[in-house]
Every structure is written in C-alpha cells, then in structure tokens.
C-alpha cells in the first residue's frame, strides 16, 4: 500500500495548510543552518581548503545567489507553478549538497590533486538551486494561507526554532 505525502502528514498529526508550511520553513532553515554554520569547519577539517579559499568558495556562492534568486523568482511568476519549483530548487540543493562528499570519496575528480575546483563548483551548483527557496517559500505561504497576516509570522517562527536549534 502506497502513501501520498498528505496521507504520510496527517497521520503525523500535520493537517492544515499552516502545519504543513511551518514544517517547510523549520527543515528549510535547519538545511540552511547547517550549510551556514558548518561549511567552513568541512572545508577546512576535511577538504583541506585554506582560508582564503574557502573565503572565495562561499563569496563565490553568494555571488551566484544574488542571480539565481531572481532568475528561478521569474521562471516561477511565468509558468505560475511555485509548488514544483520550490521542489525543483530544494532537490536541486539536496544533489548539489552530496556533490560536497565527491572529493571525499574519489580523488578522480580532483584536479591537481586539490578540492578546490571540485568544491567551488559544488557551492555554486548548490547556490543557484537553493538560494530562491526561501523567497519561493515565502509566496507559497503568503498564498496558501486563510489569514496570512496572522499566520505567516507564526509559521516563520518554525525557521527561527530551527536555526536557533541547529546553530
């Protein structure tokens, strides 16, 4: 017997619009708190990356960022779809997520001998899909709720609990 995700939540106890978007900001954040938080000790700790490169790995990052999040922003106003671009962005941050774990396992990869082009294409995979999940999310709550001038603060606050737990 196969479950839809609507199935799987509410026999989680998650049945309303608003449970189900608090629980989206509160994994989103948490994803984010970890990426924030804990890249830089990986890169060092583990990949060996310098401090200035890691420095130019996560500015290089935000630099895609601040392009992609208005490029997804826009693919999404156009074909109207924020519920499978949303998807789209975090599975595209997820498998950008395990491309940080290639050098560990493989040096085939690696040029030079070093992690560093493997790991600054691996940031800027990861920016250009995760970036606009928060601003995606944030118009998926605005318009799914009945009084999102109410509820949506109560729902970021799940985001705030997960950074404060994970940071």
């Known amino acids: 017997?196969?479950?839809?995700?609507?199935?799987?939540?509410a026999r989680a106890g998650v049945t309303t619009q608003k449970h189900i978007v608090s629980l989206l900001y509160f994994l989103t954040f948490a994803a984010l708190a970890c990426n924030g938080r804990?890249?830089?000790?990986?890169?060092?700790?583990?990949l060996g990356l310098s401090s200035g490169d890691i420095?130019?790995?996560?500015?290089?990052?935000?630099?895609?960022?601040?392009?992609?999040?208005?490029?997804?922003?826009a693919l999404c106003d156009y074909l109207g779809e924020k519920r499978t671009t949303l998807v789209v962005t975090v599975a595209g941050g997820a498998v950008a997520a395990l491309l940080y774990l290639v050098p560990l396992v493989t040096a085939?990869?690696?040029?030079?001998?070093?992690?560093?082009l493997w790991t600054l294409?691996?940031?800027?995979?990861?920016s250009f899909f995760f970036s606009p999940s928060i601003g995606i999310l944030d118009s998926i709550a605005?318009?799914?709720?009945?009084?999102?001038?109410?509820?949506?603060?109560?729902?970021?606050l799940w985001g705030s609990v997960a950074w404060g737990l994970i940071s």
Not at 1 to 9: G, I, K
Not at 121 to 126: D, K, N, S, T, V
């Open 1 to 9: 017997m196969s479950l839809s995700v609507r199935q799987v939540l």
């Open 38 to 46: 804990f890249m830089a000790i990986f890169f060092r700790d583990d």
């Open 55 to 73: 420095g130019f790995v996560l500015a290089c990052g935000t630099f895609v960022g601040l392009f992609s999040t208005p490029t997804w922003s």
């Open 108 to 116: 085939a990869v690696l040029v030079g001998g070093s992690a560093m």
């Open 121 to 126: 294409f691996a940031r800027c995979f990861y």
């Open 142 to 156: 605005m318009h799914s709720m009945e009084n999102p001038k109410r509820d949506f603060g109560q729902c970021r």
